[in-house]
């Protein structure tokens, strides 16, 4: 079975440049998150779908990042201007329908951003 | 105070030690508990799952779950090189659906 899969591995930007990262979720995983991961600390919650419809997005900075996951399958997330507090790993997960077997997520292996 | 307390390290012991890894929590609603493993450059891969309190083996790998003193561990027996990495404890309460990640404790098993 294929992990989740995000591109791009690696981007490095200058501050007020746009940025997109693409996530293919686990396939029949329901529910799908990105995360964001600074040096020396753990994944934060950025926004979270069930299906197509975001239903946690309380964390997602809305001022210069957005979300969509058309046909509740793929997704994007999109940073635009980027800033240099930025710099961070983007980690997209998925899972099943929440609660149908426990919290136990998957991650991607990331998508590492440098903002210079 | 933050939810999840979990010590940086970085923590190196020799190979075939016994590590001991642990984070504590404050909030007594939890009841599901993981532990992720994470190798430089690469994203969270899930290693132990439990749910309530108790002990869960896998391995050489047991995850130990004290509610009444909100403490929760991993245990690796004969460690080894490869399992260098950065192993994070993750949370989350019955019937919510936020997963809070503790900040991760770096190990270095030392060949």
């Known amino acids: 079975e294929a992990g989740v899969v995000q591109s791009p591995r690696y981007k490095i930007i200058e501050k007020k440049q746009p940025v997109a990262f693409w996530c293919n979720p686990i396939s029949g995983h329901n529910t799908l998150y990105w995360y964001r991961q600074n040096l020396g600390q753990g994944p934060e919650l950025l926004i979270r779908y069930e299906n197509e419809e975001a239903v946690d997005d309380s964390q997602l900075p809305k001022d210069r990042f957005s979300a969509e996951r058309l046909k509740g399958v793929d997704s994007t997330l999109k940073i635009q201007p980027a800033e240099l507090g930025d710099s961070a790993v983007y980690l997209c997960?998925?899972?099943?329908?929440?609660?149908?077997?426990?919290?136990?997520?998957?991650f991607g292996e990331g998508s590492w951003l440098t903002v210079v | 105070q933050k939810e999840v307390e979990q010590d940086p390290g970085p923590l190196s012991v020799p190979e075939g030690a016994i590590v001991s890894l642990n984070c504590t929590y404050s909030?007594?609603?939890?009841?599901?508990f993981m532990w992720y493993r994470q190798y430089s450059r690469k994203g969270p891969e899930l290693l132990m799952y439990t749910y309530s309190s108790g002990n869960k083996e896998d391995g050489r790998f047991t995850a130990q779950v004290d509610k009444s003193s909100k403490y929760i561990s991993l245990f690796i027996r004969d460690s080894q090189p490869s399992d260098s990495a950065t192993y994070l404890c993750?949370?989350?309460?019955?019937?919510?659906?936020?997963?809070?990640f503790g900040k991760g404790t770096r190990l270095h098993i030392l060949p």
């Open positions: 993750a949370m989350s309460a019955k019937g919510d659906d936020k997963i809070i």
């Open positions: 909030n007594s609603a939890f009841q599901y």
């Open positions: 997960a998925s899972s099943h329908r929440w609660g149908t077997s426990g919290n136990t997520i998957y």
